[in-house]
């Protein structure tokens, strides 16, 4: 039985996605933020306890966000995983951590008693965060410090670990000279989880260049998305759609505009001569499509860089896109991303000039392919994992 820890909700998509290279294993899922939902597509059983956390995952980019945390359970199910992961790790053969030094850790709880094969898929550090800053000025923002750079029990764990797969070759290096010899850049897991396109948008399209709108998952879609459907209408010369998760109910429009649900699938919303088809499970389909995009995601952001696609994003009230995190972002992205003031004439012109300039737009194209890397890390990975369960019998 192979035993999946992982630390948020795109970790989640990166486990759900490697559970896909490994048909016929037994697995189970401890998703440490959240329900995990996306296992259930792959008929894992998922562990507990569970707690959708205000934060999002995010407890320390804010006090609001630790406070929130706390007060809602936090510290009683933290402890209620760690009993969990002791418990099923007498029953697997080996452990996968998806996430940061956090989820390494809880991993390492699991696996040590049996002293299991341990496997660590780090997708958040990047050197690129770090951007040539010194450490004076990293500890600056103490809250952010953990997520640029390997922390010291991550290395302390390091010799635990079967191997180590980060999201890029400097960040390869930079392990490399702490120590962390297991380490190795294998391609981009943000890249295989995007996967082709759901299915064929050809009936919605018509005819001018796509704009993809991508305001995430988390509590920030009520500030960004009003901003991006009024920054949409001021570019009539681009379709708008808008990669959307939550039910559609939720979506909180801008003064004047309306919102018809035509399926579980699709919703259309209008105001005036604008119209902005909001579509689910087509987020891969949106990107195949588009030219630009405007977002404020996590990795959907890094994806639709990764695609080739110039981003504007602009920094919301959170809990997610705080102006830290879309700075950090930007560090990672370079040029792929362009960070603007949450004004709705100011994106669409940042939209305009990186889709028409054509200087900007081939440095973005250049920045997010580079930074992004190439896909075909998780089959690399799975075959890894599974060389492991056959030697553990």
Do not use: C
């Not at 991550?154 to 079967?162: A, G, M, S």
């Not at 459907?229 to 309306?258: K, R, S």
Request: aromatic residues 8%; positive net charge.
């Amino acid at each position: 039985m192979l035993l999946i820890v992982s630390g948020g909700h795109a970790e989640d998509l990166i486990g759900a996605s490697l559970l896909q290279h490994l048909a016929g294993v037994e697995a189970r899922a401890l998703p440490l933020v959240g329900e995990g939902k996306a296992y259930l597509k792959t008929h894992t059983q998922v562990l507990g306890p569970h707690l959708v956390i205000p934060s999002g995952g995010f407890p320390f980019n804010s006090w609001q966000n630790l406070v929130s945390d706390l007060r809602a359970g936090f510290i009683q199910t933290t402890l209620g995983q760690w009993k969990t992961a002791y418990r099923r790790g007498l029953e697997a053969h080996a452990v996968v951590a998806v996430g940061d030094a956090y989820s390494l850790f809880v991993a390492w709880v699991a696996a040590r008693r049996k002293k299991l094969p341990l496997f660590h898929l780090q997708p958040q550090v990047s050197t690129y965060y770090i951007g040539g800053r010194s450490v004076p000025e990293r500890l600056k923002r103490l809250n952010q410090y953990a997520a640029e750079d390997y922390m010291f029990y991550e290395r302390w764990l390091h010799p635990f670990v079967q191997a180590v797969y980060v999201r890029d070759k400097p960040s390869e290096e930079r392990a490399r000279q702490l120590g962390m010899a297991k380490a190795r850049f294998v391609g981009s897991m943000a890249m295989d989880m995007l996967g082709p396109p759901e299915r064929s948008l050809h009936h919605l399209l018509d005819g001018r260049p796509v704009l993809a709108l991508i305001p995430g998952t988390r509590g920030d879609v009520a500030y960004s998305l009003p901003k991006m459907l009024e920054a949409a209408a001021l570019l009539p010369e681009l379709q708008a759609l808008v990669a959307w998760a939550p039910p559609f109910e939720q979506a909180v429009l801008p003064p004047g505009w309306t919102l018809r649900v035509e399926n579980e699938l699709q919703a259309v919303t209008r105001s005036g001569n604008t119209s902005v088809w909001l579509l689910k499970q087509a987020f891969s389909a949106i990107l195949h499509h588009a030219k630009v995009a405007i977002g404020t995601a996590g990795t959907a952001n890094e994806q639709a860089a990764g695609m080739g696609l110039p981003v504007v994003g602009f920094a919301t009230l959170g809990p997610q896109y705080l102006p830290a995190n879309a700075e950090r972002q930007q560090r990672l992205l370079g040029n792929a991303l362009a960070l603007v003031k949450a004004d709705v004439e100011v994106i669409a012109e940042a939209v305009r000039t990186r889709l028409e300039g054509t200087r900007l737009r081939a440095a973005a194209i250049k920045d997010g392919l580079e930074r992004n890397g190439p896909p075909g890390a998780l089959p690399v990975i799975a075959a890894e994992i599974l060389r492991a369960l056959r030697e553990r019998g």
